[in-house]
């Protein structure tokens, strides 16, 4: 028996095969994995902690493929205006002012927010990154993080300094917070670095074994110019710069045709569905269904709380198999049981990162949901309430290797009233700054 353990007790468990059993779940603390699942693990076993899940299902931790954690920051900030219009007028002037304690506060408050509906794992595109690592250290959480590169609009100098920052964040920090912590270099779009640059940040990743991530194929804006400047899809003036390899992962993939699709799953790089963004940026349905048909590996994100306006992964889930029966146009398209794939195992594979399944040996990281409120009753079926019905906040604890963050829905490694504080603070300052 691990000598230092964790016992989550009395619950139903999600298995990797879409069965719910009774059982409890016996996690090594130490080396933060799943040492034993099965029934009545309590009687026989004398742990280090339990934790109570009775009433409640125990499920992999959610994984949000895609977000910028700090924009919590500038909920609410602007809405109701397509991507182009929203990002040059109202969010890049705001993120301009934007210094290292704002990006400090806001990804804290973004971590609170995970945590509380049960998000273990995340991968975030942004800037001032030893700030976003440091705050996923103190939090506990798993997360793959970068440095988004932008270079048009920049002089070579300037353009250059950026791609470099990326690739110094993304090999210094590799590894760090116990291995929690794994990095990206992170080209904004294929629109916003230019050519030469792009290809040359995504062969110095891969040299060094580093994926790349970027939005892609997220508006027609953008694929537009691409088509008629290089006669080419999207996907494969990606491809043709390298970024699709097997660890390489794709914000969007909205307006993707069938040859892409048949691309990425030769290719078998990932791409992240974000349908509250794309739907509130009007940017498009991305063909899910088919994406997986094709064997692609489908992860889900939120994108930025500016474009969502929340973390919350349940309504990504919700929102990802509404919004693919009407894209497919068929009822049956992204499946409740496809959708929580998505949200857990989906996820850490698109991220190359532990997790994602509740199994012997595999990661603890772990979300335990509470099955007593008024909207989960009946519960027929737990795997379609997880997609259909349950909301972040019916969360009661919160995992990751091993550890646990939140316990009866008090988070334990952050003081959740001074971070919901401060970042209120620095935004109103960041928002008068900018205006
Ligand atoms: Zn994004």
Redesign the pocket.
Known sequence: MASDTLLVSGGRVLRPDSDVVEADVLVDREDGRIVEIGPDLATDRDADETLDASGGIVMPGLVNA???AAMTLLRGYADDKPLDAWLREDIWPAEAELTAEDVRAGTELGLVEMIRSGTTTFAD?YFHVPEVVAAVDEAGMRARVGHGVVTVGKDEEAARADVRESLDVAREYDGAADGRIRTAVMPHSLTTVDEPLLREAVAEAHADGIPVHT?ANETRDEVEPIVAERSERPLAYADDVGLLSEADFL??GVHVDETEIDLLAEREAAVVH?PA?NMKLASGIAPVQDLLDAGVTVAL?T??AA?NNDLDLFDELRDAAMLGKLGADDASAVPAEAAVTMATRGGAEALSLPGGRVEVGAAADLAVVDFDAPHLAPAHDPVSHLAYAVRGSDVRHTICDGQVLMRDREILTLDEDEVVETARRRAVDLVARAE
């Open positions: 895609h977000t910028h595109m939005h914000a969007h974000c963004s994100g994108d930025g474009s």
